[in-house]
């Protein structure tokens, strides 16, 4: 399986963050992503960054899945 090169670079860092994310849209779409960052605040707009494109996605929840 292949990882994007700033992902893995990102769990080489001491305090990454992995998140489940649940992301919703204003017409009800729903989405489920994962988020990276060295923050919170990073790896949940890394997880809407990754949702498909042309939806306005909104942060609905999200669990710990690796870090703090």
Known sequence: MAFPLQAVELFEAPSTRVLGV????PGGERWSAVGI???LD???AWARESAPAGTSW???GWSELYGD
């Open 58 to 60: 909104l942060v609905s």
């Open 42 to 44: 990073e790896a949940l």
């Open 37 to 39: 960052g060295q923050t």
């Open 22 to 25: 649940r992301l919703a849209g």
